[in-house]
């Protein structure tokens, strides 16, 4: 019974290149979020996704930073142009329908740790 | 806005002693609130919450009472074990966005024999 599954764990890019984070939600969820969390902060909502749709990407960076959710695969956080700035951990949740004043149905992957050189 | 203030660490406690984390907030409109734990090599967990004041989560030994009075949502155990170190997270949704949650910084909390 797999859970939310992120990879790779570990990813190092150099200034400039693309850095993609995969997530695939646990099974029968289609609700997808994205979270980073900066060092010495805690975690920020960045995207939320259904299948082939944003829903909310309040939190996304204005430049460089995408995400989707196709309808068959996993989700993909792409990052272009990496800056040093970006070196964060990335933490992908997925769920299903949401309840009102949910949390307990949202649920975390281990975090993806992107490091900047 | 919304935000989560918990308390810095790291926190290092022996065995069976008493656990405080201490987390204050503030929010529009009536949040829930909520404890994450992070163990090693995993992902966050939600631990326990409460959606109004005067709530008192509980799960694994661990409780949080919603005090709205003071904005607090503590988290407390009365015994730890070596078992309980991890990464513990305090959050709230508020404001008509029931996916989004605000996180505090996060708390390590290491347990030595």
């Known amino acids: 019974n797999a859970g939310v599954m992120q990879n790779p764990r570990h990813l190092v890019r150099r200034r400039g290149q693309e850095a993609r984070l995969r997530c695939s939600p646990m099974k029968g969820h289609s609700h997808v979020y994205w979270y980073r969390q900066l060092p010495e902060e805690g975690l920020k909502f960045m995207v939320y996704?259904?299948?082939?749709?944003?829903?909310?990407e309040s939190g996304m960076p204005k430049e460089r930073f995408s995400a989707e959710f196709p309808k068959e695969g996993p989700s993909i956080l792409r990052i272009q142009q990496v800056v040093r700035g970006d070196s964060a951990a990335y933490f992908c949740a997925s769920s299903r329908i949401l309840e009102s004043s949910s949390g307990n149905t949202i649920y975390f992957g281990e975090g993806s740790w992107l490091t900047v050189v | 806005g919304n935000s989560v203030t918990q308390m810095e660490g790291p926190v290092t406690l022996s065995e069976e002693a008493f656990l405080t984390i201490n987390c204050t907030y503030t929010a529009t409109g009536y949040p829930s609130l909520f404890w994450y734990v992070q163990y090693p090599g995993e992902g966050l967990q939600l631990l326990l919450k409460?959606?109004?004041?005067?709530d008192k989560g509980s799960n694994k030994g661990f409780e949080a009472t919603y005090r709205k009075e003071t904005t607090s949502f503590h988290l407390e155990k009365g015994s730890v074990q070596v078992s309980d170190s991890a990464v513990y997270f305090c959050a709230l949704i508020s404001g008509g966005s029931n996916y989004k949650l605000t996180f505090g910084k996060g708390t390590l909390l290491t347990v030595n024999p």
């Open positions: 409460a959606t109004k004041a005067d």
């Open positions: 996704l259904q299948k082939e749709n944003i829903i909310d």
